[in-house]
């Protein structure tokens, strides 16, 4: 079978760089094994929240300057970059999701950092956020002063307490309650079914998310904040909207522990963008025995697919860092498992990892080793008709940074037009 170009991942940088691919006129396939990253997220991008120093970012665009020249966003370039930036909401609107950003803007009408609510009850800065993510301007100012948490019943994943603790060092006042829903409680009979994919099934049904919105509704004090779950929405944020009209006061919806319901939302209309443009999507499957001759891939096959060969104008890997299984780290290196690229790591193991867990974590800067327009090597050599994009890119420690959406959305965008260049 033969294609135009061929990628390997199925999270957000390979779904990004598919769907512009084929809407240029490529034909396009893509080989996911399984869950990404997208299940994962917090319903929120980050473009870049803090400098490799600690230094915190306000406005993204205007500390471009400051990255190292190794960076993901040092190859792209100020002008493209920019570029990138002000296409991505309409990008993903055409795509059926909808973002906003904090209601401000910096430099040049490019919008500032805004912060999301956390789990943890802390405040993150993030560049985008979908429709059903609440995002403030200021980590220190915040809005209002008494606030009311609902959970569901038996609900674990979702920690109101933490939740309550970090608004009340910014001053607010919380009271947790819990509600009873029959069809919830019904999940609570099988462990693996009180998730919020779960959850967020039951709630499609208009008896059940009315029932817990006129609930909510009933134990409303005057709080001027409702907080409640991120389990609403999974095919259509609009019972999200329809909440917020039924609820008084302003209704905020906090992630939960992952699976993340608007994540796994993104990532099905981002699919379903990709096949409505006639790309093809093979999910369960492996990319595996690559051919490479004379600097150039040839064809790969995939597990499922057995001895028929794939083959291509151009590749793209966009499998992942080590969470993805896109890096794999053995006791002394760490390798790409499916082309065997040539990678970056240090040699000292020690300087891997730091016992403090939230410190910065120098595994998170591993990455396969790319030129400006992110094609690899092997043994030195660069393979001209494959591409990298997404987290396995090196260059830059993007969980420490607050960047992982903004470098996956980002490299495959300057992926995508490194093909069409050379079309």
Not at 363 to 379: A, H, K, M, N
Not at 403 to 410: D, K
């Amino acid at each position: 079978m033969r294609f135009d170009t061929i990628i390997i991942g199925g999270g957000l940088s390979s779904l990004v760089c598919g769907i512009k691919l084929q809407k240029a006129g490529e034909k396009c396939l893509i080989v996911s094994a399984g869950q990404n990253a997208l299940h994962f997220s917090s319903g929120t991008f980050g473009l870049l929240g803090k400098l490799p120093d600690g230094t915190e970012v306000r406005e993204p665009m205007r500390s471009m300057s400051f990255l190292p020249e190794g960076h993901p966003y040092s190859k792209i370039g100020v002008d493209k970059m920019s570029e990138y930036v002000a296409e991505v909401p309409a990008f993903f609107e055409s795509c059926g999701v909808r973002l906003h950003s904090a209601p401000l803007s910096g430099e040049g009408g490019f919008p500032v950092n805004g912060y999301r609510l956390t789990p943890l009850g802390t405040l993150k800065p993030c560049w985008l956020a979908m429709e059903d993510v609440t995002l403030l301007q200021s980590k220190d100012d915040i809005p209002w002063s008494k606030a009311l948490i609902v959970n569901f019943s038996g609900f674990l994943d979702f920690n109101a307490g933490f939740i309550a603790e970090g608004l009340g060092r910014k001053g607010v006042e919380c009271r947790v309650e819990n509600v009873t829903i029959e069809d919830v409680e019904n999940l609570r009979r099988n462990p693996t079914e009180m998730r919020s994919v779960g959850i967020a099934r039951v709630m499609t049904k208009e008896n059940d998310w009315k029932e817990f919105g006129s609930k909510v509704r009933e134990l409303s004090s005057g709080e001027d904040l409702v907080i409640l779950p991120e389990v609403f929405g999974l095919g259509d944020p609009v019972i999200v909207q329809w909440l917020r009209e039924m609820i008084p006061g302003e209704v905020m919806f906090v992630g939960t522990m992952p699976p993340s319901v608007p994540g796994i939302r993104a990532q099905m209309r981002l699919k379903k963008a990709f096949e409505a443009a006639g790309g093809t999507f093979l999910s369960g499957d492996t990319a595996e025995n690559p051919s490479v001759e004379g600097g150039l891939v040839t064809s790969v096959h995939t597990v499922n697919l057995g001895e028929l060969r794939l083959s291509a104008d151009n590749y793209v890997l966009a499998s992942g860092h080590l969470f993805g299984k896109g890096l794999e780290a053995t006791p002394s290196k760490v390798i790409e498992p499916v082309f065997g690229l040539d990678t970056d790591f240090p040699t000292d193991r020690t300087s891997w990892c730091d016992e403090d867990f939230f410190a910065q974590q120098g595994y998170d800067g591993f990455g396969v080793i790319c030129d400006e327009s992110f094609r690899p090597f092997i043994d030195g050599k660069r393979v001209d008709n494959l591409f990298v994009c997404g987290s396995e890119v090196g260059g830059c420690n993007s969980l420490y940074e607050g960047s992982g959406a903004g470098v996956a959305i980002m490299t495959a965008m300057s992926v995508a037009d490194s093909i069409l260049a050379g079309k």
